[in-house]
């Protein structure tokens, strides 16, 4: 197709520019010299500028080439590196095909759970743990992400492939209107819900959900607020907090707060933090098959 293209680009330029020629050498030359001289005057620039054409042949053909656009890559090809493997985890993930999600998980960085649970934070180092930024750091047996301009992830590389429980505590470094501390969950076909101790006001928990995918630049996708209480979040303040996925719903517990949501998720599912500008730290992430 390419090759067709190009060879309609070159012959329009040629012809365009034998028209003009033989315009111009019609308007001014025929009465001065006959029909004859016309004729053979023509063919000698024709031949003149088709040589031209065909020197600058290599230009013609760079521009008529179009740009190659970005594409995703096909995600039945197979790639080397992890991060090959992530994009075409991403796509999938994008395109619904859970199944193909379940292959790649197998074959990139992610790791499935093994035995009936799994500490997901060592205490002392991030490993395990894809952070999309540098701000994160451990302190003190804690994942730290401090106060910032921007949004910043880390994605568990650990997964899980059937019901579980997630038991973590976080804590506030600063509050500011608008922002959030959470905790997100994301299945093999994108669907979603987090749990954010959110700095609005009321300072409240509450469940959000949507349909979101993640690529090496962060975690995208709508979202909508589901369900909420008043918790009245408190700077410096360790919050326990207990979330369930059974299959069909989603809940989250505090202690004193307990919400829920309809939740039918794609196993294997995908485990992110989260912190919105005013920073977080989180401690004792641990996780358990039902």
């Known amino acids: 197709m390419e090759s067709i293209l190009l060879g309609l680009h070159i012959a329009v330029r040629v ?11 019609f308007l001014y030359g025929r009465r001065r010299s006959g029909w004859l001289h016309f004729f053979w005057r023509t063919i000698g620039i024709g031949t003149l500028v088709l040589l031209v054409s ?20 096909d995600p039945g090809a197979p790639r080397d590196s992890s991060e090959a493997k992530l994009t075409n985890l991403t796509t999938a993930m994008e395109m619904g095909d859970a199944d193909r999600v379940r292959q790649l998980t197998k074959e990139g960085r992610w790791h499935i759970i ?14 395990g ?18 106060t910032s301009e921007r949004i910043h992830f880390a994605i568990s590389e650990i ?16 509050r500011s209107h608008g922002d959030g501390k959470m905790v997100g969950f994301v299945d093999a076909a994108g669907y979603n819900v987090l749990v954010a101790l959110d700095d609005d006001e009321p300072h409240t928990i509450q469940i959000d959900s ?3 995918f993640f690529d090496e630049s962060g975690i995208y996708g709508p979202w909508q607020r ?56 989180y401690r004792g992430l641990r996780i358990s098959k039902l």
Not at 54 to 73: D, F, G, K, W
Not at 129 to 146: E, N
Not at 252 to 268: A, M, N, R
């Open 54 to 73: 065909l020197v600058s042949l290599p230009e013609i053909t760079a521009s008529a080439q179009v740009a190659p656009s970005v594409q995703r890559p």
């Open 129 to 146: 743990w894809w952070a999309l930024s540098d701000q994160w750091t451990v302190q003190d047996g804690q994942i730290v992400c401090p």
């Open 210 to 212: 949507g349909r979101k």
């Open 226 to 281: 589901e369900v909420a209480a008043d918790l009245q979040m408190q700077i410096g303040k360790w919050y326990d907090v207990v979330c369930t996925v059974d299959g069909s719903n989603f809940t989250v517990s505090t202690g004193d707060v307990e919400l829920s949501h309809p939740f039918e998720p794609e196993f294997p599912i995908f485990i992110w933090l989260e912190v919105q500008r005013t920073g977080a730290k």
């Open 114 to 127: 093994e035995g009936d649970s799994a500490e997901l934070f060592d205490g002392t180092t991030l490993k």
């Open 159 to 174: 997964v899980i492939d059937e019901p579980f429980q997630l038991r973590y505590e976080v804590s506030a470094l600063e």
């Open 15 to 25: 012809t365009a520019l034998l028209a003009i020629v033989f315009l111009l050498n």
